[in-house]
Structures are given as structure tokens and as C-alpha cells.
């Protein structure tokens, strides 16, 4: 509410088409004359010295009037003074006086909305100097710059949600139909063929499996094995570490002749735990002994020998060259 409208409600009060029904006896000069409230009309008209008579109010002094007999003041109050304003007046001047309040408030707003738009204007160097990550320019610590970024992306992720709901039906999934017009569960086919990209994976991976032979699928095993024991593995490793010192013992070298004394021989089982064959047998370029039921007959093409008589030949070759260079 305006203090126009407040003024309006509370001290201004419009002008009423009615006459009031009393009417007030004036006398000839205009004066006002109050008389007692106790004065009920039973006191004699010819009582002049009555000192509960009523007093009339003239400038600045109050006198007291004295009734007179209805035959000498032919039944008229004799008032003296100047005449109280009238209900009119008494409008005209409040509304003069809310019109002088509300002219001085209106100069006294649009003054200080003066003021205020001369006054200098603060600026954020805070969100002037701000990356486009939410994190602030300068030096600053990892906590800082990590609070800042998460601030940030909290921030855009309220105004994504803000502008979902804002938007309404327009954000919905769109409704796929098929031929005959039943509507296509999109979600559910995506389950589905996530279920049928993941049984594919797992029947490829079978199948290099089975493709793989006993000893490659025991080795990949192994070497599991050993990536999740290096999780708790220390970084350095000392002479005194057993498992480093059993690895070195069970490597064979060709060369070494107290391999026998210092290598653990395996008691004629494989890596997949199958017994093996003790005897003698033919060399192969891939180290596989036989199995334990081999009735030691050769019964290959003879590849594997040609292919040890080809690469030490060569080896020859190269060590004959070398002897020539040396020579000359």
C-alpha cells in the first residue's frame, strides 16, 4: 500500500450528500458557544446569574454567558469570537497537507535513486578471474582448485535438471513403433542387446580358449597369479627373498653343471599335473616332453630335425664368416 492510499484510508473522508438533520445556532457574529453537557433544558430562563452558565469562546479569552429571559433576548444564545471552520474546509486543508506529504516523498525517492546510480559500482573479481572449469586464476592449492571444479560442476548440473523440468514433455524419450503400430520398449531392447554383446564376448573368449592347448591356459593362469601377488610384492627385492631365490633355481641352463645338484627335479608330472615320459626322446623346437603312454616311436615327418640342422647350420656359417674377417 502507497502512502497515498494509507493517508486516503486513515484521515481523508469524501463529502457526504446528506444534511445533517441538527443544525447548529449561530449568532450574528459568527461565533462558536459551548454549552455544559449536564444542561438538560430544566434550569428557569430568568436565572441571569447562573454560574453553570455556558461559556463562549472569543480570541484568545473565554468568557461566560448569561441567558436571558425569551421576552428581553427573544430566546437566542449571544455568541461572540470568530466562526469554526466547516466540514468542507477542514477536507480541503487535510488533503492539501497529504498532497504536501506525498510530493516530498516522491522528491526525497527519486533523490536517493539519484544517489544510488552515481555511487560506484562494486565488482567481482571473483568471477572475473574465473576459468572456464570453475576454478579461480592464481596460485592455489590442489583442495582449492579440486572444490572450486566440483562447485562448478554442481552448478551446471542443477541448471541441466532446471531446464528438464522447465522443458517438460519435450525432454521425453522418443516412442518408436514397429510395422503394426505396438510401441517398442526402447529400454528393453537395449538390455537385450547388451545381453547378446555380452554372450558373444563370452563365447569368443571360450573359443581362443579351447584353441589354446593345456600348458598355454595353465601358463596364463600362472601369470595372473603372479599379477595380483605383485599388489602386495614389495618394490625392492633382497638376497634373502625365498620366492626370488626358488624362481632362480628352477631356470635350467645348458651350461651350468651343478644345475643338478642345485635344481629340484619335478617328480615326472607336468604343469596341467598329467604324468610325463622318462625316457629318451627326439627334440623339439618347443621343449614338450612326451606323455607318460608314448611308446617311443617317432612317428613325425622329420621337420623338427631339418629345422635344427638349418638353424645350426647357419650358426656355422656365421661363425666361419666372422673367423675369415679376423683372419684377414
Excluded at 477542514?90 to 516530498?104: H, L, T, Y
Excluded at 618347443?286 to 616311436?297: C, E, K, L, S
Amino acid at each position: 500500500m502507497s502512502l497515498a492510499d494509507y493517508l486516503a484510508k486513515n484521515y481523508l473522508t469524501a463529502d457526504s450528500g446528506k444534511k445533517s438533520k441538527k443544525r447548529k445556532r449561530k449568532n450574528k457574529d459568527g461565533g462558536l458557544t459551548i454549552d455544559d453537557d449536564d444542561n438538560l433544558g430544566w434550569k428557569k430562563n430568568d436565572d441571569d446569574d447562573d454560574e453553570d452558565a455556558p461559556m463562549v469562546v472569543g480570541g484568545n479569552a473565554v468568557k461566560k454567558s448569561k441567558k436571558k429571559s425569551k421576552s428581553a433576548a427573544g430566546g437566542m444564545w449571544t455568541a461572540v469570537g470568530v466562526a469554526a471552520p466547516s466540514h468542507a474546509q477542514q477536507v480541503a486543508a487535510d488533503e492539501a497537507a497529504a498532497d504536501a506529504i506525498i510530493a516530498s516523498t516522491a522528491a526525497d525517492r527519486e533523490k536517493a535513486a539519484k544517489a544510488e546510480d552515481e555511487a560506484p559500482e562494486m565488482v567481482d573479481t571473483d568471477d572475473v578471474l574465473k576459468l572456464g572449469n570453475g576454478a579461480k586464476a592464481g596460485l592455489q592449492s590442489a583442495a582449492e582448485m579440486a572444490a572450486a571444479m566440483k562447485k562448478k560442476q554442481d552448478e551446471e548440473k542443477r541448471e541441466a535438471e532446471q531446464v528438464a523440468k522447465q522443458m517438460g514433455g519435450a525432454a521425453q524419450e522418443t516412442i518408436y513403433r514397429d510395422a503394426s503400430g505396438r510401441v517398442i520398449n526402447v529400454a528393453m531392447k537395449r538390455a537385450e542387446a547388451r545381453r547378446k554383446a555380452e554372450d558373444e564376448e563370452r563365447k569368443k573368449r571360450e573359443k581362443e580358449k579351447e584353441a589354446r592347448g593345456d600348458v598355454q591356459n595353465a601358463e596364463a593362469v600362472r601369470k595372473k597369479q603372479q599379477l595380483q601377488d605383485a599388489k602386495t610384492m614389495t618394490v625392492a627385492r633382497y638376497a634373502d627373498d625365498e620366492e626370488l631365490n626358488d624362481e632362480l633355481k628352477e631356470r635350467g641352463h645348458w651350461n651350468d653343471p651343478a644345475s643338478g645338484f642345485l635344481r629340484k627335479k619335478k617328480a615326472g608330472r607336468s604343469i596341467t599335473g598329467k604324468p610325463l615320459y622318462q625316457g629318451a626322446f627326439q627334440p623339439n623346437r618347443y621343449g614338450i616332453r612326451p606323455g607318460h603312454r608314448w611308446d617311443g616311436v617317432d612317428r613325425g615327418n622329420g621337420f623338427e630335425s631339418q629345422w635344427f640342422n638349418s638353424r645350426n647350420r647357419k650358426a656355422n656359417v656365421e661363425k666361419l664368416e666372422y673367423q675369415w674377417q679376423q683372419d684377414e
